[in-house]
């Protein structure tokens, strides 16, 4: 078994931490270090707005479902209110035409006896 001695295994020119090649590497690690931050930074900026959207969502939802069951009971109302009209111009549309003529017949008398006391 050889054990390594001071300095094997290092490149030429790279003396542990004291070397010009290390301030190369800890000027990308530095670099790395300021560019993930930046990173973080914008992915807690994306979740946070990412629940934002979940939370409007659920909102939305909630309001779009009350909407719904509204239209629906607008929607019966409205189609019972129709059926009741239908029934109403199938009744007898004789007893319309007589009170229309009565009223014509009304009309016309007070016309002509408000001329007639002129």
């Not at 790395?32 to 959207?53: D, G, P, Q």
């Amino acid at each position: 078994m050889r054990r390594a001695g001071l300095g094997e295994g290092v490149p030429p020119g790279n003396y542990g931490n004291y070397g010009y090649a290390n301030s190369g590497y800890s000027a990308c690690e530095e670099e790395n270090e300021r560019l993930t931050e930046s990173l973080r930074s914008k992915v807690t900026a994306i979740k946070s707005l990412s629940i934002e959207i979940g939370h409007e969502v659920k909102t939305q939802n909630k309001l779009l479902a009350e909407m719904d069951s509204q239209f629906d009971s607008t929607t019966g109302f409205l189609g019972k209110t129709m059926g009741k009209v239908k029934i109403l111009s199938r009744g007898s549309q004789t007893k319309l035409l007589c009170y229309m003529m009565l009223f014509s017949l009304f009309v016309f008398f007070i016309i002509y006896w408000i001329i007639k006391l002129r």
